[in-house]
């Protein structure tokens, strides 16, 4: 049984925000390149533990809290060759598998645990204590890669020709340059400020970030993408995510 499905962790949203806004190549491309490569690995265990019976097996995806388990390395690239220098290692590669091996191994645990610990109800409270107790790492990106704000590539994109260009014409986002419109193009904007700068802004902050000069036409486009907001007037400020 998937009790939390995998999804892509917030580390790596941000990674692929800022990929998208930085003028230049940083060396970030190489750190979402790797963890993108550990995401996918991830994937790919999902599909080999998909062989085990979903019953009898209980999973719980990019928990963070500790618990006592069987210490396993799962090479999800099936062509990964460990090697080590140590003939007294030997009890340490039997915990290098391939992630195809992961069914067998996981049937194999079970025959030496014989005795249940937990009831099938014990279970069920116990994740949903541990999915309460999970907070994703919510890491300030730029301050990790000491980039300057002002680096960051301000502007609504094109979908089309991928320029930070999009302008507002009376109902609709449009691209000067190869006249795409798209009524909702602040929408991926907006979630890359969240993603990169704060989960809040101002008004003022999403007129500055979206090139947009009207404050009436920006609190709509906030009302409608922001899930609540705080303060009063000025000082509001709408959450994003
Ligand atoms: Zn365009």
């Known amino acids: 049984m998937i009790i939390k499905k995998r999804e892509m962790p917030l580390s790596l949203k941000k990674l692929e925000a800022l990929e998208r806004r930085l003028p230049k190549k940083r060396p970030t491309v190489e750190v979402l390149a ?11 265990i999902d599909f080999s533990l998909s062989f085990l019976p979903s019953e009898h097996y209980w999973f719980i995806h990019h928990k963070r809290k500790p618990l006592p ?13 460990v090697r080590h220098a ?22 194999n645990i079970e025959q030496t645990y014989i005795k249940a610990h937990y009831s099938e109800r014990e279970l069920e409270s116990l994740s949903e204590l541990l999915l309460k107790q999970h907070q994703e790492l919510d890491n300030d990106i730029l301050k990790q890669f000491q980039i300057d704000r002002s680096e960051i590539i301000s502007g609504v994109q094109c979908q089309v020709c991928s320029r930070y260009a999009m302008e507002w014409d009376r109902r609709r986002w449009q691209c000067p340059y190869c006249r795409f419109r798209m009524l909702n193009a602040h929408a991926k904007a907006l979630e890359d400020y969240s993603l ?9 902050d999403a007129r500055k970030f979206l090139h ?8 709509h486009i906030l009302q409608r993408c922001s899930k609540s907001f705080i303060g009063k007037t000025r000082e509001k400020k709408y959450l994003l995510r």
């Open 34 to 44: 790797r963890q993108m490569a550990g995401f996918k690995g991830e994937l790919a």
């Open 69 to 81: 388990i069987e210490a396993l390395v799962v090479m999800a690239n099936e062509r990964t060759i």
């Open 86 to 107: 140590s003939a007294a290692s030997a009890s340490f590669s039997e915990k290098i598998i391939p992630c195809g091996r992961i069914p067998k191994y996981i049937i």
């Open 196 to 204: 990169l700068f704060s989960p809040t802004l101002s008004n003022r």
């Open 212 to 219: 947009l000069t009207s404050p009436n036409y920006t609190k």
